[in-house]
């Protein structure tokens, strides 16, 4: 069966493990720490979609209605 994720792509998953663990992984818009460990993860992988290598593509995330609420008067 071939691999879902390229080793390259699990090279840039552990680089940024390990700057999460250092505590030099930010996030990129607020360039906030990267405390989450499931963030890391994301990171690396979208670092790595960006490079050309093999990652699955996202999932997309289905849209729920918003009802708006009627205001009794």
Same mark, same amino acid.
């Given at each position: 069966?071939?691999? &879902?994720?390229?080793?390259?792509?699990?090279?840039?998953?552990? %680089?940024?493990?390990?700057?999460?663990?250092? *505590?030099?992984? =930010?996030? *990129?818009?607020?360039? &906030?720490?990267? =405390?989450? /460990?499931?963030?890391?993860?994301?990171? *690396?992988?979208?670092?790595?979609?960006?490079? %050309?290598?093999?990652?699955?593509? =996202?999932? =997309?995330?289905? /849209? &729920? &209605?918003?009802? @708006?609420?009627?205001?009794? @008067?």
């Amino acid at each position: 069966m071939a691999r &879902k994720y390229s080793k390259g792509a699990s090279k840039k998953v552990e %680089g940024a493990m390990r700057k999460r663990k250092r *505590g030099t992984l =930010k996030s *990129g818009r607020s360039g &906030k720490k990267v =405390k989450s /460990r499931k963030q890391a993860i994301a990171i *690396g992988l979208s670092e790595a979609r960006r490079e %050309g290598k093999k990652v699955p593509k =996202k999932k =997309k995330k289905s /849209r &729920k &209605k918003r009802r @708006s609420k009627k205001k009794k @008067s």
